[in-house]
């Protein structure tokens, strides 16, 4: 069956190489329940954002689907003919990353650290290096292989952050309010590069964002979640349904180039 964009909400066929279903699925912590029936099916080459307010359960949901922390339910993986798929690469890009200012820690560093068993203190293979300038190539950051992290922009650390989730490439990708705090080009080149890296690698990617106005230019499916699904659907059914206006206020909507996006009244990105 080929891969379909369209919006079939609880579809429990495979729609391509690696699916996502999560099925009756939740997360309780400590006797609280933070996540209770989550049903969704992500469906292969589709950027679907998770919106909801603070402490809707977002961020636990994708430690749930990394096995971080434990759920009930069911999360499986079907590949194209239906049947469980292998175990699938799973990438993650979060929020930001710890490191002490100033360390001396290159980008060639971290993927050596990260994708070799060979200690960084030993310099690194001509292999590596080929290896890490291709996957910044993907993110165009090839030119950020021999900097310090610390010497990066906020945007330019997310783009490497990006760069390392996508090595191996994976079958479903999870991102973490990824561009939060960056500046608006900074913002619009990551969703961009996501964009084009979501076509031509039919990735299936679940993106948190609080960000409506770039999540309603970029993203082809929003799911609004409050410890449940609440909404699911195209931006423009979830960010029309008065459902989202108990969680954000009134949203307003405009038209800029064609593309129509939505954002909370006064402007910028809901936090
Ligand atoms: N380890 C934990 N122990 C207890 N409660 C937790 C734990 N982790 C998360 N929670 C609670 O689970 C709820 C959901 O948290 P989560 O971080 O998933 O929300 P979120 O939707 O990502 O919020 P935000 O938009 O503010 O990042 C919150 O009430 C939080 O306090």
Same mark, same amino acid.
């Given at each position: ?25 939740? +997360? ?7 996540? %209770? ?69 290159? +980008? ?129 059914? +979830? ?15 405009? %038209? ?16």
């Amino acid at each position: 069956m080929p891969c379909s964009n369209a919006i079939e909400k609880q579809q429990t066929k495979a729609c391509g190489l690696c699916c996502t279903l999560l099925e009756d699925f939740g +997360v309780k912590i400590g006797g609280t329940e933070i996540l %209770r029936d989550v049903n969704l099916h992500i469906h292969c080459g589709e950027l679907l954002a998770l919106v909801g307010p603070n402490g809707a359960g977002k961020t636990t949901l994708l430690k749930a689907i990394l096995g971080e922390i434990p759920h009930t339910g069911w999360l499986r993986f079907l590949d194209a003919s239906n049947c469980q798929a292998r175990k699938p690469i799973v990438g993650y890009v979060p929020q930001k990353i710890d490191f002490a200012a100033g360390a001396p820690v290159s +980008v060639l560093d971290l993927f050596s650290a990260a994708l070799s068993a060979r200690p960084v203190c030993l310099g690194h293979s001509r292999r590596m290096q080929e290896r890490t300038e291709a996957c910044l190539l993907r993110v165009r950051a090839d030119h950020l292989l021999k900097r310090r992290l610390s010497d990066l922009s906020g945007g330019e650390l997310q783009r490497v952050l990006l760069a390392l989730a996508l090595e191996p490439k994976p079958d479903l990708l999870l991102m973490d309010e990824p561009v939060s705090g960056i500046d608006v080009q900074g913002r619009e080149m990551f969703y961009e590069i996501v964009s084009d890296l979501r076509r031509n690698y039919d990735l299936s990617i679940i993106l948190v964002s609080h960000d409506l106005a770039l999540v309603s230019q970029y993203a082809e499916r929003v799911v609004l979640l409050n410890k449940t699904v609440i909404c699911d659907g195209t931006p423009g059914d +979830v960010f029309s349904d008065g459902r989202i206006n108990l969680v954000y206020g009134p949203l307003y909507m405009e %038209r800029a180039e064609g593309k129509l996006s939505y954002a909370k009244r006064g402007g910028g990105a809901i936090a």
